[in-house]
């Protein structure tokens, strides 16, 4: 995949292009990148591939030791819990605030974001699901009304991007995943916010479960 030298800035792409093969998984936890290869399959300079390497570290796709290399993170079983564990506080908190705050507006549209996150599971392509429930979550969290809320769960958002590929990867996760969301948004639009909050729990739990067997 080379990065085309257009409107975006180059590192942007060159970003993009190494967060998609981390979670794709053609680029493996623990496994060193090479700043050569990269430069010359993406086609961009070793500036730009440092400064692609040092955004990713931070969102934590990547660890970069001093005096090597970056690699590709990896997840202890512990660390993947702890992980899932704050998700879990997060988002039931958020699906909360959403059924108490969002207008009737934010919720048509957060009901158009699981159309298309139904389209992207159904395509069977995992980068797809996972681009696309980064929408729908910018939907929920604009309905939460809470900033702080979201800066936070976009500290998460690298680390759980890996664990999110590992459960959808996983055979029958994308389908049993897409009713369990489905299931939420209906409790969400009855302003049920104890139902929903609860459904979300299970939610998340099961895709830990997923992502931890897998």
């Known amino acids: 995949m080379k990065v085309i030298h257009a409107a975006a800035p180059v590192r942007t792409q ?14 493996k936890p623990g496994q060193r990148l090479v700043e050569r290869e990269l430069c010359e399959r993406l086609d961009v300079s070793r500036n730009t ?3 692609a390497c040092r955004q990713l570290e931070a969102e934590g796709f990547l660890v970069i030791p001093p005096h090597k290399g970056p690699t590709v993170a990896q997840l202890s079983d512990d660390e993947a819990r702890a992980i899932y564990e704050v998700r879990e506080a997060l988002e039931c908190f958020a699906v909360r605030l959403f059924v108490e705050r969002a207008s009737d507006e934010v919720l048509t549209r957060l009901e158009d974001a699981l159309a298309k996150l139904k389209a992207a599971h159904e395509s069977g392509r995992v ?3 996972l681009s696309t429930k980064n929408k729908f ?10 900033d702080v809320l979201h800066s936070q769960a976009r500290l998460l958002h690298g680390r759980l991007a890996q664990l999110r590929a590992r459960s959808l990867g996983h055979r029958g996760r994308p389908q049993s995943s897409i009713t369990e969301i489905e299931q939420v948004v209906e409790r969400i639009a009855a302003r049920d916010a104890d139902a929903a909050s609860a459904l979300w729990r299970d939610h998340i739990r099961n ?6 067997a897998s």
């Open 127 to 129: 980068s797809r699901m």
């Open 49 to 51: 591939i440092r400064e």
């Open 137 to 146: 979550y910018d939907v929920l969290y604009s309905g939460a009304g809470n």
């Open 14 to 27: 060159a970003v993009e292009a190494i967060r998609a093969e981390i979670v794709s998984g053609v680029l």
């Open 207 to 212: 895709a830990a479960a997923t992502a931890l």
